[in-house]
């Protein structure tokens, strides 16, 4: 009786493997067309995956591409930064992340390359002052038609806060920009995040498709220095991310990654985002369009 249980449990592990190592690609994502872009995206949209599982899926063809920081910008014709709205040849940590959910949420290449723009900036406005340039002050809260911030969730007891001013003038000054003009009002925030000291306890309450934001320690003017992704492989936890520290997209074990964030006083924790419940569902496709009532 047990030997039979245990033979149809491996059998069951086995399946698992095979239908996973069914839909991938023989390629990764920066070295297909994008027409094969195209078909992967209908393809994948048929089968029974939520869009959890399709971060999951689609952000490990991205292993092994360059990292580049200006690998994105407004397109040919911005005024400021004219770097291509869709790069599938490098990228950097943001648009890994926004690249990777865009795919994530789309069934052919138009549908993801809109999906993208509305994820990238305000309303889908393309142009430096309506990207969402800070993670936790424009990117999650201009995303929460699609995203939760759950790092009260993940964190539990462990929990802190922390608070800052965010200053969308100042930061376009920086950049030589003199025209601010439409552009948003300083901002005081709290956040939530987990300790860097507390990750390895909350391990088993992350899910694979968690968006994270790496938050600095002693800085007054912005939250985040860095977004990642949990993945997971034959049932281990990765953290996933594009990075300067290999330039390239890599996977390192979750304790590994944690214990060597411990190590420096330049951070304080992660907060946590994750796709909404009610739209986390198998087979589920935002189209273009269904975003202006998901924001309503």
Not at 208 to 218: E, S, T
Not at 259 to 281: Q, W
Request: include cysteine; glycine fraction near 4%; charge should be neutral.
């Amino acid at each position: 009786m047990v030997k039979n249980i245990l033979t149809v449990m491996l059998l069951v592990f086995i399946t698992r493997i095979s239908c996973s190592k069914e839909v991938l690609p023989s390629k990764p994502v920066y070295e297909m067309s994008r027409l094969e872009i195209d078909q992967l995206l209908t393809d994948v949209s048929q089968k029974s995956l939520t869009i959890s599982e399709r971060i999951n899926y689609y952000s490990e063809l991205f292993l092994g591409m360059p990292y580049k920081l200006a690998c994105a910008g407004d397109g040919p014709y911005a005024l400021y930064e004219t770097l291509p709205l869709v790069n599938f040849e490098e990228t950097n940590c943001m648009v890994f992340c926004e690249h990777v959910l865009a795919l994530s949420i789309s069934d052919s290449w138009d549908n993801f390359f809109n999906n993208l723009q509305r994820i990238r900036y305000r309303d889908g406005i393309i142009g430096m002052r309506t990207r969402n340039h800070y993670t936790m002050a424009d990117w999650l809260p201009e995303n929460s038609w699609l995203l939760d911030d759950v790092s009260r969730k993940v964190g539990e007891k462990y929990t802190k806060t922390v608070t800052r001013t965010i200053s969308h003038t100042e930061f376009f000054k920086n950049k030589g920009i003199t025209d601010i003009r439409y552009v948003l009002p300083d901002r005081e925030l709290t956040i939530d995040y987990v300790p860097t000291e507390d990750l390895l306890k909350i391990k088993d309450n992350t899910r694979p498709g968690d968006i994270l934001a790496l938050i600095f320690a002693n800085k007054t003017n912005i939250f985040s220095a860095h977004m990642l992704m949990i993945a997971e492989k034959n049932g281990e936890k990765y953290i996933r991310e594009s990075s300067n520290s290999k330039m390239s997209t890599f996977d390192t074990p979750y304790d590994e990654w944690v214990r060597k964030i411990k190590g420096t006083d330049r951070y304080i924790g992660l907060c946590f985002m994750r796709v909404r419940e009610n739209l986390d569902r198998k087979g589920k496709i935002i189209l273009p369009r269904e975003i202006f009532k998901l924001k309503e």
